[in-house]
Nanobody, 126 residues
Framework: QVHMVESGGGLAQPGGSLRLSCVVS????????MIWARQTPGKGIEWVSG????????AYADSVKGRFTISRDNAKNTLYLQMNNLKTEDTALYLC???????????????????GGQGTRVTVSS
């Protein structure tokens, strides 16, 4: 059973930076494309960014493009999200997810993903 532990969230000022991490266990991490998503009370779960299983491809939501960078370290079973120039609208609970089917190397907003952690909360406020 997949287990994910997200960390790195906290309080940041507008224009500030945070780096999120997600450690994955219970599956062969390097075989799965991965994503970051965020959840807010009014919007539900929103796909933010995705990365191919070998890191060769990435994708971003328009709202974060140019500000966020997704990466992974398959040797450490860890997914990262570097968030720069944060905005108040980035405030949310951030979750990492894996593609549901091992054979789908998909990481965009249309995929089906499983979430296995509690998330890490990001609050952007002055």
């Amino acid at each position: 059973q997949v287990h994910m532990v997200e960390s790195g969230g906290g309080l940041a000022q507008p224009g500030g930076s945070l780096r999120l991490s997600c450690v994955v266990s219970g599956v062969t991490f390097s075989s799965y494309s991965m994503i970051w998503a965020r959840q807010t009370p009014g919007k539900g779960i929103e796909w933010v960014s995705g990365i191919a299983s070998d890191g060769s491809g990435t994708a971003y939501a328009d709202s974060v493009k140019g500000r966020f960078t997704i990466s992974r370290d398959n040797a450490k079973n860890t997914l990262y999200l570097q968030m720069n120039n944060l905005k108040t609208e980035d405030t949310a609970l951030y979750l990492c997810g894996k593609i549901r089917n091992l054979y789908w190397n998909q990481y965009d907003s249309s995929g089906d993903y499983d979430y296995g952690g509690q998330g890490t909360r990001v609050t952007v406020s002055s």
